[in-house]
């Protein structure tokens, strides 16, 4: 792999995205006093959470982590850098207005999920015109291809929900729902998030990488997967839809076996804050992992609540904030500090991190976890919200931690 500063955009370009995702996690985490954590799973101030949390936090940290990434894995040019500098806007007023739309008038949905459906696809045609002239053409480009698609889908199957509440279509919204989040967390953060940690875990932990012909194995089970939960309102739904289940369980399994290779491969173990979020990240994953594999035989609300809330909170939380951490030092030390290397003395990539900062909001947050998890498993308000209390304080720390980086640096 080709790290070349000419193959990622300017760390300036991508600095909102850095910032709004740090400030939408907060924001997501402040917005928990607001519903109620007995709703039903289509309350709308629930689903409304989702959005700001989903939207706001992970695409926003996913967007900027493939602006810069992606190109380098491929070594190649981005096709149209520019773009970046106004998806960001799409994306937060289409936010803006699908929450309100949730809140005071569902007509705002439609509105709103057009500008995101905009945002989506500018990243989306980019993306793939990029990797268009890409000079290596590997499974984990097929799968930041294929990622690029399901998402695309799952924002069209969100529209064409918004256009059902609204009466502009002869449709029932909560028939595609399971396509829409299915297409949207597995098709697109999931199917990412295992493609991307195939370089990142072996490039921050020290490890060695699996081969290409591995992780074809995990990606294009999940990839079936995906295709089968989009086909199944359309035809055979119930059997198509365990059958989405079943192939989703094997690529997950799969990708286990291949983290579990590439982590036990290490030479040398470093417990940083990378690490101690990994941790945390996976663990979570499996344990979300182990009670929606009960909840397809059970059936229980609460089951799939807990899943979904460790998954979000725990795995796409962790891992998010793990790597913003290794990240941002980088593109800032490699943008910045790299071209004075002759000149001046340049300091240490670990030096650009506030390192008391991120010990404080890992163990917050850690602690915010477990409570709040305790308070669901157990149907307790005062528990849950005790856990969200230290939710916000760490995600207050990242918020802060954010900020110190670049504010010191550019």
């Known amino acids: 792999m080709n790290v070349s500063p000419d193959f990622s955009p300017s760390i300036k370009i991508m600095k909102p995205y850095f910032m709004l995702s740090g400030f939408f996690y907060l924001l997501s985490m402040i917005w928990l006093f607001f519903i109620n954590p007995q709703s039903a799973l289509d309350d709308l101030h629930l689903i409304a959470w989702v959005h700001i949390y989903m939207l706001g936090f992970v695409m926003m940290a996913i967007f900027s982590a493939m602006a810069q990434l992606g190109p380098v894995v491929v070594e190649t040019k981005h096709y149209n850098v520019n773009v970046f500098k106004y998806i960001w806007i799409f994306l937060t007023l289409g936010l803006i207005l699908m929450v309100a739309g949730f809140y005071i008038n569902m007509k705002l949905l439609t509105y709103g999920g057009f500008l995101v459906l905009v945002a989506m696809s500018i990243y989306a045609i980019e993306f793939f015109l990029t990797l268009k002239n890409a000079r290596r053409k590997t499974s984990i480009t097929n799968a930041m291809k294929m990622s690029s698609l399901f998402l695309l889908l799952g924002i069209i199957s969100g529209l064409i929900m918004a256009f059902g509440f609204n009466g502009y279509i002869e449709i029932d919204p909560h028939s595609i729902l399971k396509t829409h989040t299915f297409g949207l967390v597995v098709g697109f953060v999931i199917l990412l998030i295992m493609g991307i940690s195939i370089i990142l875990v072996p490039m921050f932990g020290s490890s060695k990488r699996i081969s290409d012909n591995e992780f074809s194995n995990s990606f294009y089970t999940l990839s079936f997967a995906v295709i089968t939960m989009l086909l199944s309102p359309f035809f055979l739904t119930i059997y198509l839809e365990y059958l989405a289940y079943a192939l989703s369980i094997l690529a997950i399994l799969l990708y286990f076996y291949q983290l579990f290779k590439m982590t036990s491969s290490r030479k040398r173990t470093v417990h940083d804050i990378w690490a101690r979020s990994m941790y945390v990240g996976f663990t979570s994953f499996i344990i979300s992992f182990l009670f929606l594999i009960s909840y397809i035989f059970t059936n229980d609300a609460l089951i799939l609540k807990l899943a979904m809330w460790i998954m979000l909170v725990g795995f796409f939380g962790f891992l998010i904030i793990g790597n913003f951490y290794k990240i941002i030092p980088f593109l800032i030390w490699f943008q910045i500090y790299s ?3 002759e000149e001046q003395e340049v300091p240490m990539l670990h030096e650009l991190i506030p390192k008391k900062l ?8 850690s602690i915010g976890l477990g409570i709040s998890v305790l308070g669901m498993l157990i149907n307790t308000y005062s528990i849950f919200y ?16 954010i900020y110190k980086m670049f504010e010191k640096n550019l």
């Open 358 to 365: 991120t010990d404080l909001q890992f163990i917050f947050s």
């Open 339 to 341: 071209p004075l290397i």
């Open 386 to 401: 005790t856990g969200v209390i230290f939710l916000i304080i760490g995600a207050t720390l990242f918020f802060i931690s």
